[in-house]
Each structure stands twice: as C-alpha cells, then as structure tokens.
C-alpha cells in the first residue's frame, strides 16, 4: 500500500534520504539527495547539481537551501 501523503511535508519525510529536484527563484534548479528540512522548508541537500534545462552546469556538494527562494520540491 502506497505511504498516504496528507500534509505538504509528508511528502518531504516521504523523500528524505532520496532524490529531489527542487526550482529556485532566478529560474535555478537543483538536484541532490534530500537530507533534512525543517517547518520553514530550509532544505540541506548532499551530492547536489546545479541544471540548466535539464543537463548539469556545476557541481555544488552540499548545501542549505533558503526556504523563501523555494519554488517547488519534486522527487
């Protein structure tokens, strides 16, 4: 049986330790694995790549995502 998804942040536990994709404002996107948040969706991701239309531009390791710069967070 699939994991019920109530709560936006059920999804972020759901996916903790997973890949994320999470859209920046300035139209930047990032993907790594999803290692912590907390309520005001700072987000800590590790083995994290910067993309541009999809393909990786740099590689940033990991990082402390400001949650107010948050567009979206997709597994």
Same mark, same amino acid.
């Not at 536990?13 to 005001?40: C, E, P, T, W, Y």
């Not at 993309?51 to 940033?60: E, M």
């Given at each position: ?9 059920? +999804? +972020? !536990?759901? #996916? ?5 994709? @999470?859209? *920046?404002?300035? !139209?930047?996107? *990032? &993907?790594? #694995? *999803? &290692? ?5 969706? !700072? +987000?800590? $991701?590790?083995?994290?790549?910067? *993309? ?7 590689? #940033?390791?990991? @990082? #402390? @995502? &400001?949650?107010? !710069?948050? $567009?979206?967070?997709?597994?």
């Amino acid at each position: 049986m699939a994991e019920e998804i109530s709560r936006p942040f059920d +999804l +972020l !536990n759901s #996916i903790v330790g997973k890949s994320a994709m @999470v859209k *920046l404002k300035g !139209n930047m996107q *990032l &993907r790594g #694995i *999803l &290692r912590a948040f907390d309520q005001h969706m !700072n +987000l800590v $991701l590790e083995d994290a790549d910067e *993309l541009k239309d999809d393909q990786k531009v740099a590689r #940033i390791g990991t @990082v #402390i @995502v &400001r949650g107010d !710069n948050i $567009l979206y967070v997709s597994p």
